[in-house]
């Protein structure tokens, strides 16, 4: 069998007819690409996100409405749409019943469930449209595919028996010559439960099938032609990366660049595989390969902004040893499973970033319980600052670059830095500061470190 690519279609791509056609043309005209992962269209994820939550009977019909149209909307622009109308349908029914459930007794486990139809009607969707062009496409469940465990909302792929599923389901469709359709973000337990594998976990998906079929890459086409220096709607003249190694994409994706999920990057780094990110709208107009390593290793490659931070200092009441009070401190975010994303200490004083939107809430008394800062309270004094942005300058051996926070400083002369973290990474150098600045403090940045002339 030749070397194959497996490529993604995220929510942009497939929101529309004329969005959809043009996915099936960029497959016309890629005889390598064999294996298909597809997101909903865009919106109908977040609608499912607020069925699945429980709602009074005049929003549900409100919501349930809104599923319809988009899906109606590509339909009737099929040319035969009788056959497949059925289908759609019927899991248009089920969402009906699954957030009528909801309603009444909401759990992780009924929201996987009906998150999931996104994919589903999406994916039968795409099929009809590729063979009405001719194109060999099959539609397989990926359910069937990808085995997780049950941690619904974030399950944890269970690569062996994933692997086995995709030899024994996807490579033989592949072998006679078909072109797969499925689905990204979702898979199955080992009780039979849908589960999803969080927010972005398409790209996820994409990746770890390219492993466990042997892809030779992973091609994620989504809105925007590739990776940009920043975000080019906060800043015009961003520049697109032609290359950009996993190590720094990484960096970037867990500090809040959107193009690529953070978790897709694992499967692609453990085998090797390159990443392409392109645009479905314009796919000849370029795009940006994420590979191992690259031949130019600038000092500063990008700048990711997240927002929505708290700031979490804790004064060490009892003079604790270090070691002992950051151990104790640790400890009790570890059990209320809090990701720290980073941090100063000292002997007598520690001060840790939390990302609200990684732990699901935007709401400081979800992220931090009361529970949590009563147990903290036994030997801490506490402090906390919401309202805060990360500013992640990305790049390549910045531990070791001289008079590095002098050159940062320099240029954000004008604004307040809260807190500064640049020796943990060899590839990325944090700054926090208050949300409204946060946009200047990035365009700054970029037009002293990355735009010509200046």
């Known amino acids: 069998m030749q070397p194959l690519s497996v490529a993604k279609f995220g929510g942009t791509s497939v929101a529309d007819f004329p969005a959809m056609q043009a996915c099936a043309n960029i497959l016309q005209a890629d005889p390598n690409t064999r294996v298909v992962v597809l997101s909903a269209s865009a919106g109908v994820t977040n609608l499912l996100v607020a069925l699945a939550q429980g709602c009074e009977e005049a929003q549900r019909r409100r919501l349930l409405a809104k599923v319809v149209q988009i899906q109606e909307n590509i339909l009737s622009e099929l040319s035969n749409a009788k056959n497949i109308r059925e289908e759609v349908q ?227 009441i009892y003079h604790l040893s270090e070691k002992d009070f950051l151990a104790k401190t640790l400890a009790l975010f570890a059990q209320n499973k809090i990701p720290v994303e980073t941090m100063n200490s000292s002997a007598l004083s520690l001060a840790l970033t939390l990302d609200s939107v990684a732990t699901n809430s935007s709401q400081e008394k979800a992220l931090l319980s009361a529970e949590l800062l009563s147990e903290l309270s036994q030997f801490a004094g506490i402090k906390v600052n919401t309202g805060l942005a990360l500013i992640a300058l990305v790049g390549n051996n910045l531990h070791a670059c001289p008079a590095l926070a002098k050159q940062i400083f320099a240029i954000l002369t004008h604004f307040n830095i809260r807190m500064m973290s640049d020796k943990a990474s060899a590839n990325n150098v944090c700054l926090l500061a208050h949300s409204e600045q946060a946009t200047d403090i990035v365009r700054a940045l970029h037009k002293n470190l990355f735009e010509k002339g200046n």
Request: proline share 6%; net charge neutral.
């Open 90 to 316: 019927a899991l248009l029914e089920k969402i009906t019943q699954l957030s009528a459930r909801a309603f009444l007794a909401p759990s992780p486990m009924l929201t996987d469930e009906l998150i999931s139809q996104g994919e589903m009607i999406s994916s039968l969707i795409f099929v009809h449209l590729l063979q009405e062009m001719g194109l060999p496409a099959r539609w397989v469940d990926v359910r069937d595919v990808i085995a997780t465990d049950s941690q619904f909302g974030q399950a944890i792929p269970q690569d062996e028996m994933t692997k086995k599923n995709s030899e024994q389901i996807i490579l033989p469709l592949i072998e006679q010559g078909n072109l797969v359709i499925t689905q990204g973000f979702i898979g199955r337990d080992p009780k039979g439960f849908t589960t999803t594998l969080g927010r972005g976990g398409s790209d996820y998906s994409a990746a770890l099938l390219a492993e466990v079929l042997g892809a030779k890459d992973v091609l994620i086409w989504t809105d925007v032609a590739g990776i940009y220096t920043t975000d080019p709607r906060t800043v015009p003249l961003a520049q697109r990366i032609e290359s950009i190694s996993f190590a720094e994409a990484a960096e970037m994706a867990t500090f809040g660049a959107k193009v690529l999920h953070p978790a897709t990057l694992r499967p692609a780094v453990r085998s090797n595989i390159p990443v392409y990110v392109g645009s479905s709208k314009a796919p000849k107009a370029g795009g940006t390969w994420v590979t191992k390593n690259c031949a130019q290793n600038p000092a500063f490659r990008a700048i990711a902004l997240r927002r929505d931070q708290t700031l979490l200092t804790l004064s060490n």
